[in-house]
T-cell receptor
């Protein structure tokens, strides 16, 4: 079956611009996670959705970062007034308790802020 | 949150068995010990998970002593395609994952 997909695969933007990153989880997975990964480091948690609501957003670095999941499926990570330090790979994962709770990751979106 | 410690890198040759040990002195009682594999430009992929003793699947084996303060991932007969970063972490279904720096495994011909 289809795995987690993320679009775009690459995004280049200029400092100060607004970007949206999209995640399509595995169908039926109720939990959705966003992580950010800098070069040479492990992924860092940003936010976790259970259904439509953000169950834990403690990883969001500041109020320029926001994520939504209005219908409990697709999620969008939104970054306002991008900074060069926001450049990273943004990973999305989904899971279901019916599938053992294992998190399945997408291929990521590589964001570059010039 | 449990902090994990594992070697930064390891080298091996094709056909050898590779053992990567991870220390997790403060792992939570209800956390499973979980290993992920990550290739360049891809998201991490679940390899194996266990609570105590030994777990084996088609990819790897996981050895966990009774005190659960460490674990060892064993990859039998590695091939070049096993070159990747391997992450050890404590995980509880439904909770976010806390990744460390991982172990970069390089398999040479």
């Amino acid at each position: 079956g289809a795995g987690v997909s993320q679009t775009p695969s690459n995004k280049v933007t200029e400092k100060g611009k607004y970007v949206e990153l999209r995640c399509d989880p595995i169908s039926g997975h109720t939990a959705l996670y966003w992580y950010r990964q800098s070069l040479g480091q492990g992924p860092e948690f940003l936010i976790y959705f259970q259904g439509t609501g953000a169950a834990d957003d403690s990883g969001l670095p500041n109020d320029r970062f926001f994520a939504v999941r209005p219908e409990g499926s697709v999620s969008t990570l939104k970054i306002q007034r991008t900074e060069r330090g926001d450049s990273a790979m943004y990973l999305c994962a989904s899971s279901s308790p019916l599938a053992g709770g294992e998190q399945f990751f997408g291929p990521g979106t590589r964001l570059t802020v010039l | 949150l449990a902090k994990t410690t594992q070697p930064i890198s390891m080298d091996s040759y094709e056909g050898q068995e590779v053992n990567i040990t991870c220390s997790h002195n403060n792992i939570a009682t209800n956390d499973y010990i979980t290993w992920y594999q990550q290739f360049p430009s891809q998201g991490p992929r679940f390899i194996i998970q266990g609570y105590k003793t030994k777990v084996t699947n088609e990819v790897a084996s996981l050895f966990i002593p009774a005190d659960r303060k460490s674990s060892t991932l064993s990859l039998p007969r590695v091939s070049l395609s096993d070159t990747a970063v391997y992450y050890c972490l404590g995980a509880n279904a439904g909770n976010m994952l806390t990744f460390g720096g991982g172990t970069r495994l390089m398999v040479k011909p």
